[in-house]
């Protein structure tokens, strides 16, 4: 997996490590990509989005103090080929994929990613904690099989 490149993010936007916080952010990436013109890219752009912000959530809930409202930072970077998507949370251990059993809810987002994204990663954020992204390619598939 490869780092995507440092440079400041064109939307940085802060949201409370609550679920609705999922459809916000899935809303501001389409909106984004509208004004882009990558409307061709919005669904799985959307996708990747919405499940590095829920595992993003759930670390936050699970660390949390009752009563503090916790946050996490979702970023999109643009390249001439690439649309990086990134989220932040507190947590410092890298995601890691896995191979859920057949009756489990959960436990498929990271390889739901790992499909739609030309690759993906993690890196320490500045403040502590760490930003998972994702880079989608912007022409043609870019996306790898399991």
Do not use: Q, Y
Not at 4 to 21: F, M
């Amino acid at each position: 997996m490869r780092c995507p490149p440092p440079s400041d993010p064109l939307l940085k936007l802060r949201l409370h490590a609550r679920p609705a916080a999922v459809g916000r952010g899935r809303s501001l990436i389409r909106e984004l990509l509208d004004r882009w013109k990558l409307t061709h890219v919005a669904h799985d752009a959307e996708l990747i989005g919405s499940e590095l912000l829920t595992n993003a959530i759930k670390v936050e809930r699970a660390r949390g103090a009752p009563g503090v409202h916790a946050t996490v930072i979702l970023g999109l970077r643009l390249r001439p080929r690439s649309l990086f998507i990134e989220v932040g949370d507190s947590a410092e251990a890298a995601p890691a994929t896995r191979a859920p059993d057949d009756l489990a809810e959960g436990g498929r987002g990271l390889l739901i990613v790992a499909c739609l994204a030309r690759s993906w990663g993690s890196r320490p954020s500045a403040n502590g904690g760490k930003t998972v992204w994702a880079e989608i390619a912007l022409s043609g598939r870019g996306g790898r099989t399991l």
